[in-house]
């Protein structure tokens, strides 16, 4: 199975601030990598699809870059609502796998 | 609109067999590129994909899991079936069903399955 490996693990910052998440897969995907947004009960929001094409009614802040092993999501001016969980997923060959997830909290 | 939700017990005791049923709407599971597929979340711990089944019946299992799951589908129910054998308390945990298309995932809202005597 393809690995994914997230950093930060954990990310402290402040409203408007830029943050960037970074996801390195174990060997190339292409653009088969998403992104989602997960709060605390609920089931994950797919914001970022096939690398960088932003889901339907997700904000412009949010965006996504990368091929073959490395990828990263960018909030360009972090807002209240974005203090959440991150997770990558690739979906290379079918086989769908996730990184461990990036914790975004307040600075 | 595409929906997924999932059903079946809440708590199961270990060395028992969970199953778990997906049902949705909004999509065929005939349609070329599409999956549906479970992942589940322990509580306070990453996503892990589980099991997957696709338009053309092909399946993926989670390579640590596999000798236990078996994942099923009826299209003319739109219903995904998975099952788990031999239960175990680390087995504890959310577990969401979620269609695939392009690489990516649609989700349900998730069902809580506890693993205890």
């Excluded at chain 2, 959310?94 to 990516?104: D, K, M, P």
């Amino acid at each position: 199975d393809i690995q994914m490996t997230q950093s930060p693990s954990t990310l402290s910052a402040s409203v408007g601030d830029r943050v960037t998440i970074t996801c390195r897969a174990s060997q190339s995907i292409s653009a088969w990598l998403a992104w989602y947004q997960q709060k605390p009960g609920k089931a994950p929001k797919l914001l970022i699809y096939q690398a960088s094409s932003l889901q339907s009614g997700v904000p412009s802040r949010f965006s996504g870059s990368g091929s073959g092993t490395e990828f990263t999501l960018t909030i360009s001016s972090l807002q209240p609502d974005d203090f959440a969980t991150y997770y990558c997923q690739q979906s290379g060959s079918y086989s769908i796998t996730f990184g461990q997830g990036t914790r975004l909290e307040i600075k | 609109q595409i929906t997924l939700k999932e059903s079946g017990p809440t708590l199961v005791k270990p060395t028992q067999t969970l199953t778990l049923t997906c049902t949705f709407s909004g999509f065929s599971l005939s349609t070329n590129g599409v999956g549906v597929g479970w992942i589940r979340q322990p509580p306070g711990k990453a996503l892990e994909g589980l099991a997957f089944i696709y338009w053309d019946d092909d399946k993926r299992y989670r390579p640590s899991l596999k000798s236990r799951l078996t994942i099923t589908k009826d299209t003319s129910k739109n219903q995904v079936v998975l099952t788990m054998t031999n239960m175990d308390p680390v087995d504890t945990g959310t577990y969401y069903c979620a269609q695939y298309s392009y690489g990516y995932l649609l989700w349900g809202q998730g069902t809580l399955v506890t693993v205890s005597s």
